[in-house]
């Protein structure tokens, strides 16, 4: 059974509400159809409520960093349909899911990895990236189901994100090479469009872009 994959994930750490609007809206026109905003931000609910209003229904809403089961139902609260975290917790996937919202637990090994998927995920954040490479994401894929998304987070840029692709990623979480504090609408807009285009040209050279056979 085949799945379109996930593609990229601006990471928003630091976003405020006053500036949410015009960042969203510059992501979205770079080609961005999913955001994550983590809720160790300035007021993340607002910022999240504020994307899901002004931003077109095929643009995923996301919360980022959850560890809690009470951060679930604040973010399904703001609008938000996906839940991001960077470990691996039963509990917050389970609840993620009876919320009716996409879940992407992060791993770092492949116990976590099978300890997320046991609990119902089917895409996983690997988390750090720069930590398990490429070669460790091959070896993952070799012994987890076949249908199970991976989406490296961690030092993603326009130089590595081709690699990645080219080794079976379903997508990537991209953070401070997109998006920090202080950074413009229009600056964010310009990164993100290189790495939508770096990341479609990657696609177009691999047989199979998805991981779901």
């Not at 919202?101 to 492949?110: D, E, I, K, R, V």
Request: hydrophobic share 45%; proline share 8%.
């Amino acid at each position: 059974m085949s799945r379109t994959p996930t593609g990229l994930i601006a990471i928003l750490r630091g976003l405020t509400p006053p500036e949410s609007e015009a960042i969203g809206q510059a992501l979205y026109a770079a080609g961005f159809r999913a955001l994550e905003v983590p809720v160790n931000s300035p007021h993340p609910y607002e910022s999240i409520r504020r994307l899901r209003e002004n931003l077109p229904e095929d643009c995923i809403i996301g919360a980022g960093t959850v560890l809690r089961t009470s951060d679930v139902e604040l973010a399904r609260a703001a609008g938000s349909n996906l839940v991001v975290s960077p470990n691996t917790n039963q509990e917050v996937i389970k609840a993620t899911l009876a919320a009716g919202m996409l879940s992407y637990p992060g791993a770092a090994t492949p116990t976590e990895a099978l300890a997320a998927i046991e609990a119902g995920a089917t895409s996983l954040k690997l988390f750090p990236a720069e930590t398990i490479g490429v070669s460790g994401m091959k070896a993952w894929r070799a012994v987890l189901p076949g249908d199970i998304e991976m989406l490296p987070v961690g030092g993603i840029d326009t130089e590595n994100l081709p690699v990645w692709a080219h080794a079976g990623a379903g997508g990537a979480g991209i953070g401070s090479t997109l998006y920090r504090p202080g950074r413009s609408a229009g600056e964010v807009g310009t990164r993100a469009a290189q790495l939508i285009a770096a990341w479609a040209a990657a696609k177009d050279q691999v047989p199979c872009a998805s991981n779901f056979p």
